[in-house]
């Protein structure tokens, strides 16, 4: 069953930098379209950014265009997303799941419903 492992969140102060990571055990994750959500307290959980399969295309809510990068590292097999300059409104429970390919693209839209435990993101002075 496919299933995902997020890690890599942390407190920061605003202005930091965290990566997080994207695992899918036992999984080739380049077979899959991967995109990264984010819930806060309530909230409902919104799409942040997306890869397609090939590695080539990528989306981003537009709150976040410019300071969050997503990429895939096909050796160790895990899907990164880069978070600088970060806000307070970025803190929230960070996740990771199979997203919609529309035409090989991505779409922030969760394929299924196999969500991971995620990370919590806390960005506070």
């Known amino acids: 069953q496919l299933q995902f492992v997020e890690s890599g969140g942390g407190l920061v102060q605003p202005g930091g930098s965290l990566r997080l990571a994207c695992r899918a055990p036992g999984y080739s994750l380049s077979a899959f379209a991967i995109g990264w959500f984010r819930q806060a307290p309530g909230k409902d959980r919104e799409g942040v950014s997306c890869?397609?399969?090939?590695?080539?295309?990528?989306k981003y809510k537009d709150a976040v265009r410019g300071r969050f990068t997503i990429s895939r590292d096909d050796a160790e097999n895990t899907v990164y997303l880069q978070m600088n300059s970060l806000k307070p409104e970025d803190t929230a429970v960070y996740y990771c799941?199979?997203?919609?390919?529309?035409?090989?693209?991505?779409?922030?839209?969760?394929?299924?419903?196999?969500w991971g435990q995620g990370t919590q993101v806390t960005i506070s002075s």
């Open positions: 890869l397609s399969s090939s590695g080539h295309v990528t």
């Open positions: 799941t199979e997203v919609l390919s529309p035409q090989k693209m991505c779409d922030l839209a969760a394929r299924g419903n196999s």
